[in-house]
């Protein structure tokens, strides 16, 4: 069974930075697109950035630069590490797994967690 826990959202500043985890079990990273995604109520899911089985790292334009993906194998753990911060990065976020790594098509389907709440305010 797949199980993914999203944590690190929180209230931070414009310009700053911070870094959310993922706690996955029931997944095998070699055979799994591993990434992270976000909802705004009323809008689109928004793809951010995905780790496949063998390392290749993608980013969207939007967050290229800003964002950094990366794993702990060894913790079973998923990262992902904001930077610059804007008011317009304000959502929830969510861990992706998915094993026929659907997002090198644009979808960001799978399995997911609860997702984990950020909110950037002065």
């Known amino acids: 069974e797949v199980k993914l826990v999203e944590s690190g959202g929180d209230l931070v500043q414009p310009g700053g930075s911070l870094t959310l985890s993922c706690a996955a079990s029931g997944v095998t990273y070699s055979t799994y697109c591993m990434g992270w995604f976000r909802e705004i109520p009323g809008k689109e899911r928004e793809g951010l950035a995905v780790i496949e089985g063998d390392g290749r790292i993608s980013y969207p334009d939007s967050v290229k630069g800003r964002f950094t993906i990366s794993r702990d194998d060894a913790k079973n753990t998923l990262y992902l590490r904001m930077a610059s911060v804007k008011p317009e990065d304000t959502a929830k976020y969510y861990c992706?797994?998915?094993?026929?790594?659907?997002?090198?098509?644009?979808?960001?389907?799978?399995?997911w967690g609860q997702g984990t709440q950020v909110n950037v305010s002065s």
């Open positions: 992706l797994a998915d094993d026929r790594c659907r997002t090198r098509l644009g979808l960001w389907v799978g399995y």
